[in-house]
């Protein structure tokens, strides 16, 4: 039975940096256990906290009481709290926050004040008032209730401080507290049964007798079910209860993500090598915690080789945990797990809806779903203890997360795989230079694939110097030598896959009259013209402009549509082969719900020739049918400002061509670039990682990057330029004071300075870089420099962001 508590240790979900204890009244005190949710006070608010065990009082301070248990059973097992702890000091996040990022969405209630108009309020609409007093009473009584934040921006700008203060001392309007939030739950549905005894029909009308025999035919159902084969059964079933006729109850019913059903599928025949892989990973169940590599070049089986080793840990009663990078992939390998494991699987992303995460967390709690997949979040998965954690693509940059909590659910893996005792397998054929250095360090142990499966070879690479290309229109991007390639695989009804990871159709619009480009107003971008949509678009904010609108300098209509992008290139191919079935994959056709799905399938189905895509299309797919790859310029992301461009421009490069020829027909690539004697190019044409990790771990023990150094960024960022600038260049002079004490041989201060891209969405954005050998001396330095001077970190105005481990450096 589980301990009660008299005090209890809670984290609430603010960016309270410390947790709190709270008393537990005798009523609550028997509901009130680990895991749970409770309400409780925080100074004149109620908020949602978290019970992570029992609490501490110091008696200095009076104890409050929580005022409720919101949840009947835990949402989390306490042996996630080390973890939870272990991720707020890592990433320096306040802990409450770090569970709300891991619950499902939606979950948590709010205390807010609201403004309302009185009845006094609103007889004085009559009286002759100024206008911010009369606009404020007239939108509260048109509209209702609302928050001071919430007021639409034109009457808010117009509203001097002092007038709400004088409209409360008149009576005519109140704020008052609500709690709201708590969207998510778990869905209940009316169901509709016969009773036990025969109802007699003769007398009824034609509608009631339609609903019992749907009832006597399906026997009980659900009332959408019902509505189906009778529209109006929602208005019937009722006065049918109250008549004896029907027996109405409710449900929680399960909110079903997949869709389909999938075929059972039985383990495939190994080879030597997966073989060898899987024995080597069974071996080590049981024994505490273990971190393996699996680097196996493109279409060598790797996920074979999870399925194998899946079912081994299943075997022995425990749970398996397995990420991808992004939710395109996992209908991939939710379909092969599914197969394999039918109702043991769960899913977990945020492509999911509110209510279908929730169920899927409640059966994964449950223990109803012992096989867990999903995108970096499903790192948080309710689990006490795991058998093994599989990260697939380990090496890819979508597993680090963009906001709020910026943790890297690669690592987080490593780290819940370690405090479970459990095994951790990263697989990848690019791995990340990071990964791959602790297996020369010894942290990890390599597993290696060498051979594609059936002795398949790799694909042929031909490289293609964009530099002697002279050729104009379609032919500038499609050169000759893949168009030709181009036109022998669709002859032989094979597919092609184009790749340039550059969406739109046109990234550099410029005006011909007066050579300004077409800038977004609102970031210090060039926007990118849709053709499909009629507008330039910005990539950042989601700014929108008409094509029509011309010029914003000279006001010309003669725009020149210079750059590329795949928009572009799928209006190429379909010139030069009219008669081939196109599609496009990027982020402008795959925003709908199952888009991606949808596109896919096409690809399976074989009813699509030629796919054009971005980076969606070069993770992981496995279509045996595709047996070209065409690459439009393999050196875009070369120019990046950011010490990994190398890297990530190989690991594209490997990925995207290893998509050829994982079928019977051996595969081609056409590799076009501009720098084809860049090692990159070069080490991705020969398909050689080893040789690639040989140059780039030399540049980067030169120049004391990582992973020969650990680093952490501080993003500035405001409205006003001068402030955001002064805010900057403060917390840069406070860290270099700071580190001439103590951190002088231990932290070394880059910046601040302006960011790459200086303004997006009306932010401007400085930065500053903290390095050191160690990363124990950055946080300690951290903490310092925030304690020291709490107003730079905590202005309204600025906004400071602490990034440990970046991934993004401009």
Request: charged residues 25%.
């Amino acid at each position: 039975m589980t301990e009660s508590l008299s005090h209890i240790e809670v984290a609430v979900a603010l960016p309270v940096e410390r947790t709190l204890t709270y008393a537990v009244p005798a009523s609550l005190a028997a509901y009130s256990t680990i895991g749970k949710r409770v309400l409780a006070p925080l100074g004149r608010r109620r908020v949602t906290g978290y019970v992570l065990g029992p609490g501490n009082p110091d008696g200095r301070y009076r104890i409050k009481r929580i005022l409720d248990v919101l949840d009947e059973v835990p949402l989390f097992p306490p042996e996630m709290i080390p973890f939870f702890r272990w991720i707020a000091d890592y990433y320096m996040h306040p802990i409450g926050e770090v569970i709300k990022c891991a619950l499902p969405g939606g979950l948590n209630v709010y205390d807010w004040v609201v403004l309302s108009v009185t009845e006094a309020g609103k007889q004085a609409l009559s009286v002759n008032l100024p206008p911010p007093e009369i606009d404020l009473l007239r939108y509260l009584l048109e509209n209702g209730p609302c928050r001071i934040k919430d007021l639409p921006g034109g009457l808010k700008k117009n509203l001097p401080a002092a007038v709400i203060p004088v409209l409360e001392d008149r009576g005519w309007v109140v704020r008052r507290r609500e709690l709201r939030g708590g969207i998510t739950r778990t869905k209940i549905e009316r169901f509709v049964a016969l009773p036990e005894e025969n109802v007699p029909v003769e007398r009824l009308s034609e509608t009631r007798q339609k609903i019992l025999r749907a009832l006597s035919d399906s026997g009980e159902m659900s009332l959408s079910e019902l509505k189906k084969q009778v529209p109006t059964a929602a208005n019937m079933v009722r006065p049918m209860a109250d008549a004896g006729q029907v027996v109405l109850s409710e449900k929680p019913v399960y909110r079903d993500p997949f869709g389909e059903a999938i075929a059972p599928d039985t383990p495939r025949r190994l080879t030597g090598e997966q073989d060898q892989v899987v024995s080597t990973l069974l071996e080590s169940l049981g024994q505490g915690f273990r971190a393996y590599l699996l680097a196996g070049v493109t279409g060598s089986g790797k996920t074979e080789v999870y399925l194998q080793a899946a079912r081994a840990v299943l075997e022995r009663g425990l749970p398996i945990l397995v990420l991808v990078p992004e939710i395109a992939l996992i209908s991939q390998m939710e379909r092969r797990f599914r197969a394999r494991f039918g109702e043991r699987v769960a899913v977990l992303h945020s492509g999911l809806s509110g209510g279908e995460r929730y169920d899927q967390w409640v059966r994964i709690l449950q223990g109803e779903a012992p096989v867990v997949i999903g995108a970096r979040s499903a790192v948080f998965a309710p689990l006490p203890a795991f058998g093994m954690i599989i990260v697939d693509e380990e090496h890819d940059t979508s597993y680090k997360q963009g906001s709020d909590l910026l943790y890297n659910g690669r690592d987080l893996a490593v780290v819940r795989a370690k405090l479970s005792g459990a095994a951790v397998l990263l697989g990848s054929a690019t791995p990340s230079i990071q990964s791959y250095y602790n297996v020369r360090s010894q942290k990890f142990t390599e597993l290696t694939l060498s051979r594609r499966v059936e002795k398949r070879p790799l694909p042929e690479i031909t490289l293609v110097d964009l530099r002697k290309n002279r050729e104009t229109g379609a032919r500038r991007f499609i050169t000759p030598t893949l168009e030709a390639a181009m036109r022998q695989v669709l002859g032989r009804g094979e597919q092609v896959l184009i790749f340039l990871n550059r969406r739109g159709f046109a990234s550099f619009p410029v005006c011909a009259a007066c050579g300004e480009s077409i800038r977004c107003n609102h970031c210090d971008i060039t926007l990118t013209f849709h053709r499909t949509a009629d507008a330039y678009r910005c990539h950042y904010c989601g700014f929108t402009r008409a094509a029509a609108t011309g010029c914003t300098v000279c006001g010309s209509a003669r725009i020149k549509l210079l750059g590329i992008g795949t928009e572009k290139v799928e209006g190429a191919v379909n010139a030069l082969f009219p008669e081939a079935r196109v599609a496009r994959m990027d982020r402008d056709t795959t925003t709908r719900r199952g888009s991606v799905l949808k596109i896919l399938r096409g690809l399976q189905n074989r009813a699509i020739d030629v796919l054009v895509g971005t980076q969606m299309v070069a993770k992981g797919h496995d279509f045996p049918d595709i047996t070209l790859v065409g690459i439009i310029c393999a050196d875009l992301s070369l120019s990046f400002p950011d010490f990994r461009a190398g890297e990530r421009t190989f690991q594209l490069l490997a990925q995207v061509a290893g998509r050829a020829g994982r079928g019977d027909v051996p595969g081609r690539v056409v590799l076009q670039t501009y720098a084809p004697d860049h090692f990159s190019i070069v080490a991705a044409r020969s398909q050689d990682f080893k040789t690639f990790y040989k140059t780039e771990i030399g540049f980067r023990r030169a120049l004391g990057y990582p992973p020969f150094s650990r680093l952490i960024q501080m993003r500035i960022s405001g409205k006003d330029p001068d402030k955001t600038r002064e805010t900057a260049l403060a917390i840069g002079a406070l860290c270099r004071r700071i580190r001439e004490g103590e951190f002088k041989n231990t932290v070394e201060v880059l910046g601040p300075i302006e960011a790459s891209i200086g303004r997006i969405a009306d932010r401007f954005r400085w930065q500053l870089l903290l390095k050191g050998i160690r990363v124990k001396p950055l946080h300690r330095f951290v903490r310092r420099v925030s304690a020291e001077n709490p107003a730079l970190f905590n202005n309204g105005r600025v906004r400071v962001v602490i990034d440990v481990d970046p991934f993004f450096m401009s």
